[in-house]
């Protein structure tokens, strides 16, 4: 299953659109390290998109360059 036009990601289709393994987005549900889901029903979990893209804001790293890696060496 690809994007949902509701706005839900299935595990499958999250991971395909952040380019993981299945394995990895169930991992990181059970670690409570991935993107906030919703539980429909006792066994079905869809992510909302718009937290999945409040997580990828949260996660972002700064690429910049820090004081040690602008050390010249001579």
């Known amino acids: ?3 949902d036009p509701t706005g839900l990601f299935d595990t499958d289709s ?3 659109y952040l380019g993981v393994s299945r394995s990895t987005i169930l991992s ?3 670690q409570k390290r991935g993107p906030d889901y919703v539980r429909v029903g006792h ?3 869809r992510y909302p998109a718009a937290w ?3 997580w990828l804001e949260e996660n ?3 690429t910049t360059r820090s004081p040690r890696s602008q ?3 001579v």
């Open 1 to 3: 299953m690809s994007y």
């Open 14 to 16: 999250l991971a395909e």
């Open 28 to 30: 990181w549900r059970y």
């Open 43 to 45: 066994r079905t979990v």
């Open 52 to 54: 999945v893209r409040k």
């Open 60 to 62: 972002r790293r700064d």
């Open 71 to 73: 050390l010249r060496l």
